[in-house]
């Protein structure tokens, strides 16, 4: 097969899952075309590179995650990626005035274990819901730091922002994602809830 | 009737430590006292996710989950939001229900046969 060849099979075998990635994390189908795109000739420029560590899956997903790290730079240099507005209250009503949790309001026990949980096509629906209720800005801080494994250093770099920041707007992401999903999934029959 | 300082409700408290007797009720309210109060742990433990939490704190952490249950929980589950959000990629296709347009497929296989050409 030539190289031509080789690029086609790749949009026909993994287009499909790269797009749908790209997607969860970004959440204008333009956009999304313009990174999948870009992935694949990157792919194609850099295939002697692709040494067969891993899978092809596997390495055009890590091509496409630095493709959309850079998208997020290029929208840090353009606008201001502080989100501080998104609940500025974080779920107060949780909490008792001197600021120990409401019982009745606070986190419930999850079940079943966790590697049960990640085998249900409709844990991960309702994971990319919960994802995708977040601001943009947060939702790509979030998605930087808990998805890609990136610093905490890298990502203030990348996107201009302070430590205090970053850390507040992980904070909100981390409080909302945990309660949607205890809300939409653990809390229901289908997430063991009885 | 004031609020009590300290983790209060020894009813249907499942914490290790929930005011069922004298002693608990000193130590509870001793950690309640010396440790920080949920909201605040909350924020500490999401930092710790960013950066290690100093030893001192972790301590104190560690005396906090005593009386509260719901902060280990909270512990617990960023963990797992973590460890789960780290699989996302390799489950994209069940978590995402979007196509991917056939005019999309075509566009980028014509841009790639153009640029390897």
């Known amino acids: 097969m030539n190289d031509g060849q080789v690029a086609s099979r790749w949009v026909d075998d993994h287009g499909e899952c790269l ?8 959440r204008k189908p333009e956009i999304v075309e313009d990174l999948v795109q870009e992935t694949f000739l990157a792919a194609v420029r850099g295939y002697e590179k692709f040494a067969g560590r891993s899978s092809e899956r596997s390495w055009l997903v890590g091509i496409l995650k630095n493709k959309i790290v850079d998208h997020f730079r290029k929208l840090g240099r353009e606008t201001s990626f502080t ?7 974080e779920f107060s009503e ?10 009745d309001l606070g986190p419930h026990e999850w ?21 995708s ?17 990136v610093s905490s250093k890298e990502i203030c770099a990348t996107l201009s922002i302070s430590d205090s920041n ?29 | ?14 914490s290790v430590l929930a005011r069922t007797n004298w002693w608990q009720t000193l130590l509870v309210k001793f950690i309640g006292k010396h440790t920080p109060k949920c909201r605040e742990m909350v924020r500490i433990l999401s930092r710790s996710m960013d950066e290690p939490m100093p030893l001192m704190m972790r301590i104190k ?11 280990q929980r909270y512990e617990e589950q960023l963990r797992y939001i973590r460890e789960t959000a780290r699989k996302l990629p390799e489950h994209a296709d069940e978590a995402s229900g979007a196509e991917f347009p056939a005019d999309v497929r075509e566009r980028i296989k014509q841009k790639l046969a153009e640029n390897v050409r």
């Open chain 2, 1 to 14: 009737m004031p609020e009590e300082p300290y983790n209060p409700l020894p009813i249907g408290n499942p």
């Open chain 2, 61 to 71: 952490k560690r005396l906090h989950f005593l009386i509260c249950c719901w902060c």
């Open chain 1, 83 to 89: 989100d501080m507005e998104f609940l500025s209250d």
């Open chain 1, 111 to 131: 079940k079943p274990e966790p590697d049960t949980v990640m085998h249900r096509a409709e844990f991960w629906q309702v994971m990319r819901d919960c994802l």
């Open chain 1, 94 to 103: 949780k909490f008792v005035p001197v600021g120990f949790w409401n019982h």
């Open chain 1, 19 to 26: 797009y749908r990635y790209a997607l969860v994390r970004v």
């Open chain 1, 133 to 149: 209720k977040l601001p943009e800005k947060i939702r790509a801080v979030f998605t930087m730091r808990e998805m890609d494994g």
């Open chain 1, 166 to 194: 970053l850390w507040v707007m992980l904070h909100r992401a981390r409080m909302a994602l945990r309660e949607c999903l205890e809300m939409h999934w653990f809390d229901t029959p289908a997430g063991g809830a009885s």
